[in-house]
């Protein structure tokens, strides 16, 4: 084998490259910039009180830590369905390498190593990103006045971590999305019949069993939360472990989860043909709408998360507190906190966003031949179109409803474990804030428009001849 | 040729056809003005040796590819003219397509690949429409596959729902290239048989591009292309025949 040149082996294209340097750029230069704010945050606060820096920078980096955790755990989904959409797509040339003699594993490795390469490169282009920025905005906040003239460093050693992680996680992740090639055999690149989608050949049981586990344990351990978060604060550890559990079941569970809220969606959205045919692609592909879906369901939580359980605390410090001047106060506090939390959390939905468009390129990119047929047979343009802008808005919107629903039902469970005994006893209903509903609904709508404008472009292009000629 | 009983109307003709492709120097001609006509009511094989433009000629009488000079038309209509969206259509209501391979969209149902050229219409089937349809499924084998996907039947009988969506809508002709190339010889037997029955048995016209000299014999017509050129025009002759013009034009190449 070690004789063998390299270069047969190629499983992974170009086209997702592009999009998982992107993520893992993101990533870096978030975790990188998030530290330096930090940091410089650190300095401001303790002032002159050099003693006192040490104490409140690893408080804070412990809250930007956690943070940076979330979106490395983002990318690194968004890393591994982008590779493992790539491996589904190119079956037939794995199981051609195959055929004449590579091994499943030297693919795999040369997948990982790839990987490796785009971890690498792009944690450090983000990172020298992350720091120019945020250089520059330094200098115009001290120039302004915003924050005083001191001695910041944002150069440190601490800095190291995050490119690290996101290096580390980008490999893991393309070896992770690369497994599916172990499951190629030579035999696929003999049949003559259509693509049998790889994955739908592969049921796994165990993986089912563990989704469903998680999520019932999970469930138990969330009301157990807001019951025992009636009579004591220590309620939230529970609603914690709850959540952490049942979230962990859905993301395992999401091809079980997803579809059958995609077919919802896609009977929402009518019944003429395009749509019909974008709906029974994400039905017939249940991995690959939940893969492109996943990252932003994870994301929308979060931030939905966030948002309603501080506007739960915020109802019922309202019920519980008499004096109009504390009111207000929590009101000031938790309203700058969501705003800050938002930011931080919002950026990993970006990311999941960048994983969702790049997911709908690729799938279109890889249906060529299929787009070409429907041309042939009399489909014209803006119906291709259409299907795509249907696929894209249906994947958007049960993404974005998901997350909406399971924030809202996590944040006012956290809201209830922790402050139920504070506030009196008692359920109040969920606070929902409805400008964060209003926005997540636009940004749906942007991103369901925004992710099809190139790949319906090509679509569009596609020239029914050349497609059906490509073997 | 016009209007004489004898000789059917045409479902499509061509004259003076030329498709090159590439630039001035590098240029390849793939038809070298070609004129021919479709007879309506007929099966009408087109072949000729590799390379020899019969895809070319099929993909622009049937819309598909526009020619680099020369008229096409479909019945009484000129499509040389038309733009992309007039073709699309022309091809949805008025031509049905058979392919070597990938006939089928994955992701639908045997039934929804059948009923597709009427989905793409935006309606449904009327009533006769569906008792034909019913008739057809019923006489190509697939009542009890219609609820499959496409990668569950074999090659053969992806190729007979082809048929089935081709013939669904009665379309003026039907355009095969090579619609026996990935099956074995009984398979292909079977689907020329069934091209064959739907010619003889209603008059459908079909256009079918083939390399297999057994294929063109089931043929009422034979048109030979050389070199991008119409070099013979026979009625219905046998598989050995057939195969002795071919290796004729291949010894004069
Ligand atoms: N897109 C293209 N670009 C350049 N040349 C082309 C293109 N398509 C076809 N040709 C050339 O035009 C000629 C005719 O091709 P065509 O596909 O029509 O042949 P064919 O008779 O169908 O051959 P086969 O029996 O192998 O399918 C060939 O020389 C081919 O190389
Ligand atoms: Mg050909």
Not at chain 1, 284 to 301: F, K, M, Y
Request: charged share 15%.
């Amino acid at each position: 084998m070690s004789g063998q040149p390299k270069t047969q082996m190629v499983p992974a294209g170009h086209a997702g490259r592009g999009a998982s340097l992107l993520v893992a750029a993101l990533a870096s230069a978030f975790g990188v910039v998030l530290l330096q704010v930090t940091s410089v945050l650190a300095t401001v606060i303790s002032g002159d009180d050099v003693a006192g820096i040490g104490a409140v920078k690893s408080a804070l980096t412990m809250v930007a830590v956690l943070f940076i955790t979330i979106a490395v755990y983002v990318s690194s989904i968004v890393t591994t369905n982008t590779v493992a959409t790539i491996i589904a797509g190119r079956t037939r040339t794995i199981a051609l390498m195959r055929l004449i003699g590579s091994s499943a594993r030297d693919q795999r490795r040369a997948v990982a190593k790839e990987g490796l390469a785009v971890g690498a490169v792009g944690a450090v282009l983000g990172a020298v990103a992350g720091t120019l920025l945020m250089a520059g905005g330094l200098q115009i906040a001290v120039a302004t006045g915003v924050i005083p003239d001191l001695r910041y460093s944002l150069l440190e050693p601490l800095l190291v971590l995050p490119v690290a992680i996101v290096v580390i996680s980008t490999w893991g992740a393309a070896w992770t999305g690369s497994r599916r090639v172990l499951t190629v055999s030579p035999m696929q690149a003999v049949g003559a019949a259509q693509e049998l989608s790889l994955e739908e050949a592969i049921r796994r049981p165990a993986r089912n069993v563990i989704a469903v586990v998680l999520i019932i344990a999970g469930v138990l351990f969330l009301a157990g939360g807001v019951i025992v978060g009636q009579v004591s604060e220590y309620g939230v550890l529970l609603g914690l472990v709850g959540g952490l559990l049942s979230f962990s079941g859905l993301v395992l569970g999401s091809h079980l989860i997803m579809p059958p809220i995609l077919r919802l969606v896609g009977r929402g959205l009518g019944t003429n043909t395009p749509v019909m045919l974008a709906a029974a692609n994400s039905q017939q592909h249940p991995e690959r709408s939940s893969r492109a879906t996943i990252g932003l369901v994870i994301g929308v939580t979060l931030i939905t998360m966030f948002a309603v359980a501080g506007a739960t605390f915020e109802k019922m410090m309202e019920l519980a507190m008499e004096d109009p001047s504390v009111r207000a106060a929590i009101s000031e506090m938790v309203g700058i906190s969501l705003a800050v939390i938002s930011v931080l959390v919002g950026f990993s939905a970006l990311i999941a966003a960048v994983g969702m468009v790049n997911n709908l390129a690729l799938s279109v990119l890889q249906r060529s031949r299929e787009i070409g047929l429907l041309r042939a047979l009399g489909f014209t343009g803006r119906q291709v179109r259409a299907m795509i802008m249907a696929e894209s808005l249906q994947m958007s919107v049960a993404a974005v409803g998901l997350g909406l629903a399971l924030g809202i039902l996590y944040g006012w469970a956290a809201a209830q474990s922790l402050f139920g005994s504070v506030a009196g006893g008692g359920l109040v209903a969920p606070a929902v804030p409805w400008l964060l509903v209003v926005l997540c609904l636009a940004g749906t709508l942007v991103l369901a428009v925004g992710a099809t404008l190139v790949p319906a472009r090509r679509a569009v292009s596609v020239s029914p001849v050349t497609a059906l000629a490509a073997a | 040729m016009e209007t004489t009983p004898a000789t059917p109307g045409l479902a499509a003709r061509v004259t003076a056809l030329t498709k090159t492709y590439g630039s001035a120097t590098t240029a390849v001609t793939a038809l070298d003005d070609v004129s021919i006509g479709i007879r309506r009511g007929q099966f009408t094989a087109i072949m000729g040796p590799s390379g020899s433009g019969k895809s070319t000629l099929m993909h622009i009488m049937a819309g598909l590819d526009t020619a680099s000079s020369g008229q096409a038309w479909l019945g009484d209509t000129e499509i040389s003219g038309l733009g992309d969206a007039d073709l699309t259509v022309l091809r949805r209501r008025r031509v049905g397509f058979i392919f070597q391979a990938f006939n089928l969209v994955p992701t639908l149902d045997i039934r929804g690949n059948i009923l597709l050229p009427f989905a793409l219409d935006g309606r449904r089937p009327s009533s006769t429409e569906t008792g034909w349809i019913e008739q057809l499924i019923d006489s190509l084998g697939l009542v009890d596959r219609l609820t499959h996907r496409p990668h569950e039947l074999s090659g053969g009988q992806q190729q007979r729902v082809a048929i089935a969506r081709a013939l669904a809508t009665r379309p003026e002709l039907v355009f095969a290239d090579e619609p026996t190339g990935n099956l074995d010889s009984r398979s292909g037997r079977e689907v020329l048989a069934l091209l064959k029955a739907a010619s003889t048995g209603y008059g459908q016209s079909i256009a079918m591009v083939t390399h297999d000299p057994i294929a063109a014999s089931y043929a009422d017509r034979i048109l030979f292309l050389a070199d991008g050129r119409l070099v013979e025009d026979r009625e219905r002759s046998s598989a050995e025949e057939i195969s002795r013009i071919m290796l004729g034009m291949e010894q004069r190449a």
